[in-house]
């Protein structure tokens, strides 16, 4: 199982931007699809976006044109580049990477399909 760790997550005013990223240590990236999934407070798990291992990427309606993933595999990372966040960006942000090809599955949420980190918050004020 790969260990994945988030980071850049905190709090910034409507219109600002964050760029979360996502490390992973006892093992790669290679060949997985990655996500990113957020949950708020009294609400179901969202996913954000995907990437999967051809290089497709998959964004949730409510974040296209603002937010972009991408991965460096010399790095073994993966990034979401948020920008012109709004309050509703608010929640708890996760990284996952996946082998198995069900990233994409409806409803998947940490603990589903993949390995998961532990989440990073953002916080967007009005």
């Known amino acids: 199982e790969v260990q994945l760790v988030e980071s850049g997550g905190g709090s910034v005013p409507s219109g600002g931007s964050l760029r979360l990223s996502c490390t992973a240590s006892?093992?790669?990236?290679?060949?997985?699809?990655l996500g990113w999934y957020r949950q708020a407070p009294g609400h179901e798990c969202e996913m954000v976006s995907t990437?999967?291992?051809?290089?497709?990427?998959h964004y949730a309606d409510s974040v296209k044109g603002r937010f972009s993933i991408s991965h460096d595999n010399a790095k073994n990372a993966m990034y979401l580049q948020m920008n012109s966040l709004k309050p509703e960006d608010t929640a708890m942000y996760y990284c996952a990477a996946d082998w198995t090809g069900l990233i994409n599955y409806p409803g998947n949420c940490p603990g589903g399909f993949g390995d998961w980190g532990q989440g990073t918050q953002v916080t967007v004020s009005s």
């Open positions: 006892g093992g790669t990236f290679d060949d997985s699809d």
């Open positions: 990437l999967n291992k051809h290089g497709r990427t």
